[in-house]
């Protein structure tokens, strides 16, 4: 079952701030984060493992709360690079899927 | 350059006529995965393999093949394409065996029409 991403889109000015979140219905042993620009491959971004940590990547950072079995993604101080889709992809084991959400767009205008 | 390299970029091609589209990566990856993109549904596996001969299904392999022989190939076939399989392809590898902890290296898509 795929997560659930929210909000599906977001439009930003430059220097603020977003929070995507990722909700899963199922235990989560590890969550990715992937950005996707327009016509171009998704890129990875950061995994977070079972345990509740949290990750940064320069002003991109991550959180992984197991028992709400969620994930959030913290862009802060946007800058017109960070636009695009952005997904979540799910393990539920230590096993070799990973299922991913539908994307939140990402729009950070001048 | 490491990589993930998928053939063909673009294709159209009609009903009924098997195709192959061809994933090869230079990075010595174990796990191979292909995923179909779908505008609101995100990236949706298809098959995945964790090592040479070992395949696997994922969350949607009706209508699809595939085959790993060799560590670095891992072809995607379609014996009988259909409309509903025209979609946005994505191949992509990661180091170990393993999905849940590696990162995986996606390759720069395979747009297919179906007619």
């Not at chain 1, 539920?92 to 096993?95: E, L």
């Given at each position: 079952q795929q997560p659930v991403q929210s909000p599906q889109a977001v439009i930003l000015r430059e220097g603020e701030d977003a929070v995507i979140n990722c909700s899963s219905s199922k235990a989560l042993y590890s969550v990715h984060w992937y950005r996707q620009k327009h016509g171009e491959a998704p890129v990875f971004l950061m995994i977070l493992l079972k345990g509740g940590e949290q990750k940064g990547h320069d002003k991109i950072s991550a959180s992984f709360n197991e028992k709400k079995q969620q994930s959030s993604l913290y862009l802060t101080a946007s800058q017109l690079s960070y636009s695009g889709t952005y997904f979540c992809g799910t393990a539920?084991?230590?096993?070799n899927m990973l299922t991913f959400g539908g994307g939140t767009r990402l729009m950070v205008k001048p | 350059e490491a990589q993930v390299t998928q053939n063909p970029r673009y294709l159209i091609t009609v009903t009924g006529k098997k195709l192959t589209v061809t994933c090869s990566q230079n990075m010595n990856h174990e796990y191979m995965s292909w995923y179909r993109q779908d505008p609101g549904l995100g990236l949706r596996q298809i098959y995945y393999s964790m090592n040479v001969e070992v395949t696997d299904k994922g969350d949607v392999p009706e209508g699809y093949k595939v085959s790993r022989k060799e560590k670095r190939n891992f072809p995607l076939i379609l014996e009988s394409p259909s409309p509903n399989q025209t979609s946005l392809y994505f191949c992509a590898s990661s180091l170990s065996g393993q999905a849940f902890n590696q990162p995986q290296h996606f390759g720069d898509g395979t747009r297919l029409s179906i007619l």
């Open positions: 539920h084991n230590a096993g | -």
